[in-house]
């Protein structure tokens, strides 16, 4: 029996026999579970001649066991459109998937397997070695800055060889690795007792907690090596460590401060991190650098036990000495010590960071990955949720003694500066004795028990994500707004998508420089931070796009800032000096040219997600947006739109190509006769993957041998001018021209003898459905989906119902999509 387990932030948590923590989140509606495993072993485990074996182990976790030898781990992953990862940290590896709900058993299954017995080979190891090496020399020795400012900053600011030492390691001392070596490291660190499995999102309890119980209540417990011990007292006076690199234009410098340890003194450690967030908002400005940077942690913010440092790094302008910025960084710390009027600048800095931690956690993979994390660096989890209010209870006194104290403590220092000779050093081979390889190390464990069959998924399953509270109404004038309840965050996404018209079509980089005008005058992004949210703006030829998010309670005023700028989009403005467009610009000028006489202008949508009422979002939004009905009233031409398009024959393919060096841009476009039906879509939907919007459709099979030369083709389907359009994009050698035309012609041609079978189709039905499903992993990914299918039209419930119907929808009907798609009807119209 497990033990009982407790919930707290709707969070339960139970520990099986074996030692293992579980921690679940059910997230009802959403259709995927993000899955991570937290082992509390990282590069600061590593004794002395063991130096990067952490990280070469990751990589090994993934190369085979008992019953998915041979890379068959991603089995499930690549075929459902899932991902999966790791990565290697100071006191953590941790492993992590995102699945449809489908596969969550094959998921759990994969990492029970590797957690029981995983499968280590002369032929992996080797492989894995030489990738990491690649890794290494890329990631430090080879390029310029590389290992900037780690791992070469812990070798300046510790002393204990924990704390110190390269985490990369050496690729010759790594070259000695065993076998024996790979089985002893994985029973010294890799037990069940060591380890945090945590699943959210479509995590039902029970349900899921039988999974657990089933794949990993089996795996034997172990002893495992205990935490290395990381304390050191702190540095005494400042340490300096000055390099010098070849080809590098300028001299950079790190700076290390030592943090409070977090888990003894949790507010004094916020208080540095609120600070590092004001020095890398102005750090540049208040040191007189072109550029500056500061981070609690290399890695981020409590990601790592104690101790960890703060680090500021800055590039130097020609001229300045690498000791005038030093001081002139600490007197910034004594500056904010005694300022004051830092009151206000820590209040907004500190509501800042807790939106983007509010936000960033309304992901199931990220929010999966910190909770583990949590537990297994603190043992509290519950720490996610609490994180927003702490920051926010930060307080200016607090911030200024901690800038008090890092003006005061002694502080490590690196440099890299340009020179004629590389003075940096580089990882020297270390000998390793048979008795400092893990001191007193439990025996390696086997032979490994084997698991039972691999799990498929049942028939039944409901692919569909769940319905939330949704609005879709359309205002006076014209402009749709879609709202939908999503409280995964405290905030609401906002995405403002309106056609650029005419104008703007004709020249779409005055549209932009128009409304980044607008922007500017009317101070839209700096209002909305006041609001503790985020704007951006976005014109790609077609929409003009903003987009941003803000806490619930202020979304009337980001809305307010959004009236603020729509009237640009109505505005001409002046050609800017931008030089001449890129190649695949003029390719697609060129088709609004020839789209421009049959364009279909709309009104526009506004999108809202998140924490919201549904009703009472669309009335703000009318009463935001009534200036803007009413100036584009007239002003946009309403022209003859999609069935003038087909009426004058423009559904005959348009052809192009432009040079880009030695290869040429290919573009073919096909104006689209207008969707029957959420069955239609589909079929177009698969269609356009099949035929080579997928990884294995009939173009990258025709073509796979030419990859190697630079030779790239794909579909797709978008707007022009308003009307739906398929297309085919390519990039090919000069030479290669004719053969990739008639190539493509020879696919359209083969759709009326050679249609879709089933079999061809299964792979793409099962990998779009699933990766459909990825625009439900955050509020944030579903107010782009959502804008993505209301703008050109689309039913906002289509998103919720299109998953399944991919899986159903009969082989002949995606095989006459095709043919309407991307087979010639009429003689093709080229332009050169």
Known sequence: MTSSPTAVFGLERFTLPNGLRVMLQHQPGIPRAAVSVHYGVGFRSEPRGREGFAHLFEHLMFRGSASLPGGRFYDHVHRLGSRANGTTHQDYTDYFQVAPAEALEQALFAEA?????????????????????????????????????????????????????????????????????????????????????TVVGAAEPDATRALIERHFAGIPARTHVPTPALHEPLPTADRWMRYQEPGVPATVVALGYRLPDPQADLRGYLAHAVLAGLLDRHGATALGVPSAAASCGFFGPLDARDPDPLVVTAVLPPGRSLEDVVHALTERWRSWAADPGLTA?????????????????????????????????FGRAELLDELPALLRAVAAEEVAAAAE?????????????????????????????????????????????RPGALPVPGPGVPLAPGHLPTRDVELPGGVRVVTLADRRSPLVELRWRV????????NPAAARAGLVSRARRTRAAMRVEDLGGALTL????????????????????????????????????PEPDEGGPRPEEALEQRVRTHFLPYAAVTAGTLVAVGDLDPDALVVQAGTALAPWNAARAGVFDQAPGRASVLAAGAEAPLELHAADGAHVRLLLSVAERPVTGAADEAARFLATAAMGGFFGGRLADRFADRTVAGFEMYTGRDTVCGVPRAFLRGRVPA???????????????RLAAEPFTEEELRPVRDYCAAQLLAAFDSPAARADLLRRTVSTGGDAELPLRLPDLLRTVPAHEVSRAAGRLFRPQADLVVAL
Not at 346 to 369: F, L, N, P, W
Not at 415 to 423: K, N
Request: aromatic content about 6%; hydrophobic content about 40%; some cysteine.
């Open 538 to 573: 976005a014109v790609d030829g077609e929409w003009a796009d903003v987009s941003g998010h803000v806490p619930s309670v202020r979304t009337a005023e980001w809305l307010a800032v959004l009236a603020d700028l729509a009237p640009a989009v109505l505005s001409e403005h």
């Open 735 to 749: 030479d290669a021209v004719d053969e990739a035309w008639s190539g493509v012609r020879a696919e359209a041609g």
């Open 345 to 377: 600048a820590v209040a907004r800095g500190a509501h800042r960071m807790a939106v983007e931690h509010e936000r960033a956690h309304g992901d199931i993979e990220t929010r999966s990955r910190a909770l583990g994390r949590l537990e297994t660096l």
């Open 405 to 449: 104290s890092l003006a005061r403590q002694p502080k490590a220092v690196l440099a890299l500066e340009p020179g004629p000779v590389r003075t940096r050093p580089e990882p020297s081979p270390t000998q390793r004795s048979a008795h400092d390889v893990y001191g007193s190390r439990p025996a390696a464990a086997g032979p490994f028990p």
């Open 113 to 197: 397997d590797r957690m029981r017995a995983p499968r280590f080979t002369e032929h992996h190891l080797a492989e894995q070695l030489a990738g990491v090496a690649d890794e290494i020399r890329g990631a430090t020795t080879d390029r310029p800055y590389g290992g900037f400012p780690w791992p070469l900053l812990p070798g300046v600011l510790f002393d204990r060889h924990a704390n110190a030492h390269d985490g990369y390691g050496d690729p010759r001392t790594l070259a000695r690795t065993t076998i024996q070596d790979c089985e002893e490291f994985f029973a010294a660190h890799y037990a069940p007792g060591n380890a945090v499995l």
């Open 499 to 506: 056609p650029l018209g005419p104008a703007g079509w004709r």
